[in-house]
């Protein structure tokens, strides 16, 4: 069983920046899914970014040029560098892991932008 901890979440006023970090409890070999998510209250959990074994990186179009995944040096920890903030980026944001076949969550930050 993989664990994932997340951190970084917070409160920030809008044109803010937030990093949100998950480290995964074992190693991460090829191949992988690193992936975050939004859920708000009263609507569906959506990804808004994912990093693939190639090193590419995926976006959902309302954060590209914004948000940005990455995983630096191949280590077990990605990150969610999250720029210029708006209100509508506020939700619990989940990070998700697909390897060997399973799917694992973290416990999910709250991010929260204020206008």
């Known amino acids: 069983q993989v664990q994932l901890v997340e951190s970084g979440g917070g409160l920030v006023q809008a044109g803010g920046s937030l990093t949100l970090s998950c480290t995964a409890s074992t190693n991460i070999v090829s191949p992988y899914v690193m992936a975050w998510y939004r859920r708000v209250p009263g609507e569906q959990r959506i990804r808004v970014a994912a990093?693939?074994?190639?090193?590419?990186?995926v976006y959902v179009d309302d954060v590209k040029d914004r948000f940005f995944i990455s995983r630096p040096n191949a280590q077990n920890t990605q990150f969610l560098q999250m720029n210029n903030l708006k209100p509508e980026d506020t939700g619990v944001y989940f990070c998700?892991?697909?390897?060997?076949?399973?799917?694992?969550w973290g416990q999910g930050t709250q991010v929260t932008v204020s206008s």
């Open positions: 990093i693939l074994t190639t090193g590419d990186a």
């Open positions: 998700n892991l697909i390897l060997g076949g399973s799917v694992y």
